[in-house]
């Protein structure tokens, strides 16, 4: 158990030992960040009203606290009020609520209290390519959400985390979800993409930035931070010196076919897929959701990007994804989940 207080609600109630393991790895991934209801329910794959009773346990032993949340209901994400106005602000879609002259009324969720004790014990991590041999436990795949959006800008940013909700509801529905652990980064720069290393990662799945969904991370993390481009180069040199290969790259973003193609056409990365024009924000998710969720049925590459890219039957060419290996076959070969 990560929280000293976990291994207690776990002796006193024995039927909740799985739901607290998992629970205390969510936590420890979205310290300082709120954790609604709905959204845990739905990776951990556990009923709502006993994920509630849970955290009503965590809150009693000092490790979470309760508090209300306003969510946008145009991006799913958390708005925020306005300094000295009685309105709310959603950093993500820039669309501002007005609550004047009317009872604020929010979501209750759940935040980390930073000095909830630990035990310091952090869930192992499994290794992440998808072909190693073993039984089913050890053929888990870890995906890895990459965002450089950071929000606040001046262009409209894209839904980030709609587009991660969508691909863990989409993974959690399939026939082979438990193959499958996630990690994400939001506002993420190139030492956090260094850092990624640790975790193995089978997938990578990149987010754009801005109306255009460009590939961009930040810089720094100041109030005027910057925003760099992720060069072929460099990606080739950090896909290079993973501790484990990377077995898929997925480029949800604008103007990426160059990077998929050169990572793929150097033999750091299986599989590679990328845009040679812009993508509409809406297909994206579409496509992200309908591809993760194929693979947890345990279909190849290539058929999941076929179903997938039913999203695109109309509009330009340039719009639509590109599915590139490094090797003749791969795309019909590889699988990332099944028996």
């Known amino acids: 158990m990560y929280y000293a207080a976990s291994a207690v609600i776990a002796a006193n109630h024995p039927e909740l030992a799985a739901a607290v393991r998992a629970l205390d790895d969510l936590l420890r991934k979205n310290t300082g960040h709120p954790v609604r209801v709905d959204f845990a329910a739905d990776i951990l794959h556990v009923k709502r009203d006993l994920l509630r009773r849970l955290l009503g346990l965590y809150e009693a032993h000092g490790v979470v606290q309760s508090e209300n949340a306003y969510v946008c209901d145009a991006c799913d994400g958390f708005l925020s009020h306005v300094a000295g106005e009685g309105d709310l602000w959603c950093d993500l879609c820039e669309k501002s609520v007005s609550f004047r002259g009317r009872e604020l009324r929010g979501e209750r969720v759940w935040r ?90 089978g997938i990578l799945h990149f987010v754009g930035h801005g109306e255009e969904r460009k590939l961009l991370l930040v810089r720094d993390r100041d109030v005027l931070a910057e925003m760099q481009e992720l060069s ?48 509409n924000d809406d297909q994206a998710v579409q496509f992200a959701a309908a591809f993760y969720g194929q693979l947890a049925e345990g279909v190849t590459v290539r058929q999941a990007f076929g179903l997938a890219a039913v999203h695109f039957r109309t509009g330009s060419p340039a719009a639509k994804p590109q599915l590139l290996q490094a090797s003749p076959g791969d795309a019909g070969t590889v699988v990332f989940a099944g028996p």
Do not use: M
């Not at 209290?113 to 992440?128: S, Y």
């Not at 993420?188 to 993409?193: E, K, N, P």
């Not at 480029?251 to 150097?266: D, K, M, Y």
């Not at 750091?268 to 990328?274: C, E, H, K, M, T």
């Open 112 to 201: 980390v209290l930073v000095d909830a004790a630990t035990t310091g014990w952090i869930p192992p991590r499994e290794e992440g390519t998808a072909s190693r041999p073993g039984t089913e436990s050890s053929r888990r795949t870890t995906i890895q959400f990459i965002s450089g959006d950071r929000g606040g800008g001046l262009q409209t940013q894209v839904r980030a985390n709609r587009e991660e909700k969508e691909i863990r509801r989409a993974i959690q529905q399939g026939t082979h979800r438990e193959q499958f652990l996630f990690e994400a980064i939001y506002s993420a720069s190139v030492d956090d993409v260094i850092a990624c290393n640790r975790h193995r990662p």
């Open 232 to 279: 072929a180069e460099q990606l080739l040199e950090l896909l290079g010196n993973y501790r484990a290969r990377v077995r898929l790259v997925v480029f949800n973003t604008c103007l990426s076919l160059g990077l998929a193609r050169h990572i793929t056409e150097q033999g750091v990365v299986d599989l590679a897929i990328g845009v040679e024009g812009r993508i």
